[in-house]
């Protein structure tokens, strides 16, 4: 099978152009190319729930899976890359599929060795040291615990049989060693918050050295006062890129890639 000719982006910080001062309006994206061989990709779906606390953020969320990440689903499927669900660990143990590729340090967690500085109260922001950090509100702490009892993964993105389902980055990491998977696009949610930060996020499987992609319309994150979501992903987008810990490419020219390749089989 032909190889996924695809143009990643990046964000650098220098002038676009020799002749321009070295400031930060100057600065610009720059694209690769890179050409990746379908049994050597997977695709991570990060956090894809069908019940997110957050209203505003799981309507948006919702849309994507229905919108883009479903039809890209079947793609990937067709071409033979690796579809990953990765819906955090609680959900993850709900479907049979997080067996495949379980450990020992999944099926029996070890206890983490306590520090021996910090004290354990400071660390832990107890008694005294309760004011270092802000707390949740216990008002709202039922509604967060029946969403936790209750949550799935999005229908439109389910699981399919042949699909995997990995609850920490090891497991992740044990699949694409076993598969010889070298790419690593990443669609899910919360741009800001799961998707880099997860033990099986970008940070953490970049510094395993994947090269990684973000879909960047397959995600969104979670705004605040004065930050609104779209202006978060952003950010978030552009210190990936400027970090070379991503490039980004869209679902648009992701389908448009596979479409390349199933034309290239048609004429043979």
């Keep these: 099978m032909s190889n996924l000719e695809l143009t990643t982006r990046f964000l650098i910080h220098e002038p676009r152009a020799p002749d321009l001062p070295y400031r930060e309006e100057h600065f610009g994206f720059k694209y690769t190319n890179v ?39 079947g793609i990937c499927r067709s071409l033979g890359v690796t579809v990953v669900h990765a819906p955090s660990p609680p959900v993850a143990q709900k479907f049979p599929q997080w067996l495949r590729y379980a450990g020992d340090s999944e099926l029996a967690p070890p206890r983490k060795p306590v520090p021996d500085w910090p004290p354990p109260d400071f660390a832990q922001r107890k008694g005294e040291w309760a004011n270092l950090e ?117 679902s648009e020219e992701f389908t448009a890639a596979a479409q390349r390749i199933a034309g290239t089989m048609q004429a043979r």
């Design 35 to 73: 050409s990746i061989p379908p049994s050597e990709a997977v695709v991570v779906l990060v956090d894809c729930w069908d019940e997110p606390t957050i209203e505003s953020h799981g309507e948006r969320s919702a849309q994507i899976c229905r919108d883009l990440i479903g039809p890209l689903l």
């Design 134 to 250: 802000a707390h949740y509100g216990e008002e709202w702490l039922p509604l967060r615990r029946q969403h936790d009892a209750i949550r799935s993964i999005d229908r439109t993105v389910w699981p399919m049989e042949e699909d995997f389902v990995i609850a920490t980055g090891e497991q992740l990491h044990r699949l694409c060693r076993d598969r010889q998977i070298r790419y690593l696009f990443y669609a899910g949610f919360a741009a800001n918050y799961c998707v880099p930060h997860r033990d099986y996020g970008v940070f953490a499987m970049r510094e395993r050295g994947y090269c990684i992609i973000v879909l960047r319309d397959c995600t969104t994150s979670i705004g605040a006062p004065g930050l609104p979501h779209d202006l978060c992903t952003e950010e978030v987008l552009h210190h990936l890129e400027s970090r070379s810990l991503a490039g980004s490419i869209t």
